[in-house]
């Protein structure tokens, strides 16, 4: 006979399900095409290639010609082809083979995308989602590296998104299919094939993340660790090594860089009275230096016992040799070493 710990052990086990990052996403693109005959994507190699990351693969053979489509290497254009069937109805995923070729349509994204809808007065919605890998990768250097968090955050009329696991790929990609204003979508490359375990909650096809609301990943109460995207991985793995040491790190994955969720960390922040920041991109003007600014304007600022520390990508573009390119990005010993410095220890 089982005991009841052992039957309810077995229970959740049963009900998990091991999905890596590229497969999650796979999967919200695949249930929101199913689910809208109004939903398509585009972009360079998506359909018979299934993807230059394979994200997209078996959707141009299962939904064909019309729904997944290929495009010249021409971001500007397809961009604006994107935005165009927004404007006419259809509710395109544009997919950017790294969002550092976006440059190359952000005329696109921002005055054509981000404005349409306030400067309509609510009368023209715009609703696609610009996705693809964001920040760094490894070896790709100085032109294929950068973290666009805080370029496309500035700007007024978008919501910006960057999920970490697949929990977070999966539910806020397809929250950002059905929304009405553009979503930009940032994704990581180093993530794509990282698996971790989804409930069955999760796997069902009405499941959505809210897009402004940040997520708690692990309680604490000495320190609150801000991160998204791959650093939130860094911020869990620093705060197992400093619980040994006898500190509790409040992680929290921020999900959303647009609109960011202020009351989840100012909440943390009130319990902890300390901040850490920790974010792949350049310091100058980051999200970072946002989160510490909306703090310290905030009544959390009065809660804190020691001045807020931001954990950045090195102020440089992107080395392509590997020992600089490992020091010019966020390490775990890196959150460490703030954490101790701000905690005084």
């Known amino acids: ?88 109805g259809l509710r395109p995923i544009c997919e950017f083979m790294t969002w550092n070729f976006s440059m190359q349509a952000i005329d696109q994204v921002i005055n054509s995308a981000a404005k349409t809808y306030y ?11 610009f996705r693809g890998p964001n920040g760094s990768s490894a070896g790709v250097a100085a032109q294929h590296s950068q973290c666009f ?12 998104v960057s999920p970490w696991n697949s929990e977070d790929a999966r539910g806020l990609l397809k929250a950002a299919i059905r929304d009405d204003n553009p979503v930009v979508f940032l994704e990581n490359e180093l993530m794509y094939g ?71 960390i100012e909440a943390s922040v009130m319990k902890t009275g300390h901040l850490v920041t920790v974010e792949g991109g350049w310091p100058q003007y980051g999200v970072g230096a946002e989160i510490c600014a909306r703090v310290m304007e905030g009544p959390a600022f009065n809660y804190l016992d020691a001045p807020a520390v931001r954990v950045t990508g090195v102020d440089i573009p992107m080395p392509y040799a590997k020992i600089l390119e490992d020091h010019s990005v966020p390490q775990i010993k890196d959150i460490i070493f703030s954490v101790k410095k701000v905690l005084n220890m």
């Open 1 to 88: 006979m089982l005991g009841w710990l052992q039957v309810w052990i077995l229970s959740e086990c049963v009900s998990l399900f091991q999905v890596n990052v590229r497969d999650a996403l796979n999967q919200a693109m695949d249930e929101e095409l199913e689910r809208d005959e109004r939903v398509f994507l585009l972009g360079e190699e998506v359909a018979q290639y299934d993807g230059a990351y394979k994200v997209s693969r078996g959707l141009w053979k299962k939904y064909g010609d019309k729904r997944i489509i290929d495009t010249p290497i021409t971001e500007m254009g397809f961009a604006g082809i994107a935005v165009g069937a927004a404007f006419a």
């Open 119 to 129: 400067m309509s007065a609510g009368a023209q919605p715009v609703p696609i989602v």
């Open 149 to 160: 968090a805080a370029w496309y955050g500035h700007c007024p009329g978008l919501k910006v």
């Open 194 to 264: 990282v698996p971790f375990d989804l409930s069955e909650d999760v796997m069902q096809k009405d499941f959505v993340i809210p897009i402004g609301k940040a997520k708690v990943e692990r309680r604490g109460t000495h320190i609150t660790l801000v991160s998204h995207s791959r650093c939130v991985g860094f911020c869990l793995d620093a705060a197992s090594v400093l619980a040994k040491e006898g500190v509790e790190c409040e992680v929290v994955n921020l999900r959303t860089i647009r609109p960011l969720d202020v009351d989840t």
